[in-house]
Every structure is written in structure tokens, then in C-alpha cells.
């Protein structure tokens, strides 16, 4: 089968498309021929292998493992001897290891069934930005009908929906993003917009119960200017195109302040799960929720896919369709 590989950390030119051979489930996975798969940024992450600290995991000088992306959609082809919910033939999403390929073997309890009323490309775009977004306002925000919510980088794939879901929450919702994507994020449900080329939102005298920081680019005595007494600081994740430091310097000050304020810190890091999968199912068919594509790229461009990426302009999500 046709994938993606590379060999060494670098720039999107150490990706390579080649034949590889083809998976073979294990007794609880699936076999999955890929129709479409999304971009993330852990991708990027692991292509460059940045930042250092994680190459005590993902191998010191070069990637243990030669494979990119995880966000899938496509048809079951088979399926282990102890899978139960799924059979060939069933079209399916979620997420398995290196999706930039023809076909991808994953675990059976991190897959749902494909609505019926969405594309294979829509579907792609969902798991790991919408469980993250549903994860961090759901559970660590615990976002309540009325509360005034904050998405900075609202123009992104976890933006995106993080934007959907405070308003499907009941949240008066605030889309800081750039001039480019502020017609988008009114088109999901922003009630306000800010152009943080034009406009600081921790220096407006606005404040927020809940801000949700997908671009950690505040220093965190501005951020606690924006919050309410009470209010949460919502990272997701300590990792920034900019580099660690400067964000995990921020949480660490964040942590000890909570303990003696009432603002809280609370880092945002999803895991998707096949409840989680279920539920975004459920308002993919309710149309209450709706995938921002922004391109689509072919099998063989995934590395023109990442240098898009890098350049930090991307509104929604990156799709890779293998047609």
C-alpha cells in the first residue's frame, strides 16, 4: 500500500510517499481503508521532532516510528477475532497510528460509526480537534448556560469547534482569531470577534469566565486581568509554535497562584474515546456541529499539507483525501 514515511526529523521535505506493507489487525482492532484523513498538530511535532523533550519517547536521533497522522474515516475491511461492535464493510471514524496511507489498523474502542449525513472528508476532520475542544470546555471548564467563554485561536481545527460547543453550551462566546477568519468564526456561532492583529483582548477591560488558549501567546498577569474572580485559564497544552518555554513558565506560575486566588489553571489534553466519538456522532446528525475544512490535499501533497501548517494560516482543518 501507498503512506507516507520519513526517517529523520526536518522540515515537511523529509516526507516520502512509498509502497509499505500493509497492516494486519490485531484480535481487538480494525482494518480500516482509509477514505480521508486530517491534520493535526502533533503531526508537525512529531515530523520535526520538537519539541526535544519528547524525542525520550519518540526516539533521540531519529523516529521510532515512520508514520504520520491520526485522524481517519473510512470502511472497515476486517476485523480481529475479538472485535464485536463492527463488521467489513461498516463506514467508520476515529483514530489510529500513521493515517497518511491507504489503509490503518486502531483499536476498536477508539472508533464509532460514521454519520450517515456527513462526508468522509467531514468525518476526518472531527476526532482529535473536536474531542479536544468537547473535553476541555465539557469537563475541565465545566462551562455553564450564560458564562462569557474566550476561544483564543478560535480560526483553528480545535478552535473551530471549541467556538461551536460554547455556544451549543449556552456560552456567550468570544472568537479572538486573525482578519482572515473573522467572517468564519461568525459563520459557527461567535457572538463577538476579535482581530488580535488590530486589538490585545486582555486590554479591553472585557473579562471572561472561561478563557480557552489554544495560542499561549499572553503573558499570564494579562491573563488573569481578562479573567473573572473564579474565572479558568484553559491552555491546551504546554506546546506552542513558538517554542515550550515561555508557555510552560506560565503554568507553572499559574499553578502555584491558584493556590492562594480563585482563578484556576487547567491544562486541556484529549484523549478520544469511544464515548466521546459517540457523542460528537450524535451532534454531527443533529446538525448542531459542522467541520471547517479549509484544504484538501492528495496523498502524494501531504508535504505541501504540512508546509500549509507551519505557516500558521490554516481556518478549520487540513484534509487528506486518498482518491
Known amino acids: 500500500m501507498k503512506a507516507i514515511t520519513y526517517t529523520e ?5 523529509v516526507l516520502q510517499i512509498g509502497e509499505v506493507e500493509r497492516p494486519v489487525p490485531k484480535d481487538d482492532e480494525l482494518l480500516i481503508r482509509i477514505h480521508a484523513a486530517s491534520v493535526n498538530a502533533m503531526d508537525r511535532h512529531f515530523m520535526r521532532g520538537e519539541p526535544y523533550l519528547m524525542r525520550m519517547m519518540t526516539g533521540l536521533r531519529k523516529p521510532k516510528i515512520a508514520r504520520l497522522g491520526v485522524d481517519v474515516a473510512g470502511t472497515v475491511e476486517t476485523v480481529g477475532m475479538n472485535v464485536t461492535e463492527f463488521r ?9 497510528r500513521g493515517t497518511f496511507a491507504e489503509y490503518g489498523c486502531g483499536s476498536e474502542t477508539r472508533f464509532a460509526n460514521k454519520p450517515s449525513n456527513v462526508s468522509f472528508e467531514q468525518a476526518a476532520a472531527v476526532p482529535v480537534a473536536a474531542v479536544t475542544a468537547l473535553q476541555g470546555l465539557r469537563d475541565k471548564g465545566k462551562i455553564q448556560p450564560g458564562q462569557r467563554v474566550l476561544v483564543n485561536g478560535a480560526g483553528g481545527g480545535v478552535g473551530t469547534f471549541a467556538v461551536q460547543f460554547a455556544r451549543l453550551f449556552g456560552a456567550e462566546v468570544t472568537a479572538v482569531t486573525s ?3 473573522l467572517e468564519m468564526v461568525r459563520g459557527i456561532g461567535a457572538n463577538h470577534v476579535v482581530d488580535y492583529t488590530q486589538e490585545d483582548f486582555t486590554r479591553n477591560g472585557e473579562r471572561y469566565d472561561v478563557i480557552f488558549d489554544l495560542a499561549a501567546n499572553h503573558p499570564l498577569s494579562d491573563l488573569t486581568r481578562a479573567l473573572t474572580d473564579g474565572g479558568a485559564w484553559l491552555p491546551v497544552g504546554a506546546v506552542t509554535k513558538g517554542g515550550w518555554l515561555r508557555p510552560l513558565t506560565s503554568l507553572l506560575k499559574a499553578a502555584v497562584r491558584s493556590l492562594f486566588v480563585s482563578q484556576k489553571v487547567l491544562v486541556v489534553s484529549g484523549r478520544v474515546n469511544k464515548d466521546d466519538l459517540l457523542v460528537l456522532k450524535r451532534f454531527l446528525e443533529e446538525g448542531k456541529v459542522t467541520p471547517v475544512i479549509d484544504r484538501r490535499y492528495q496523498l502524494r501533497d501531504v508535504p505541501e499539507a504540512m508546509r500549509y501548517l507551519e505557516e500558521g494560516r490554516v481556518g478549520g482543518k487540513i484534509v487528506i483525501t486518498m482518491t
Open 179 to 181: 482578519t482572515r477568519n
Open 88 to 96: 467489513a464493510g461498516d463506514e467508520v471514524f476515529g483514530v489510529c
Open 9 to 13: 526529523y526536518g522540515p515537511p521535505a
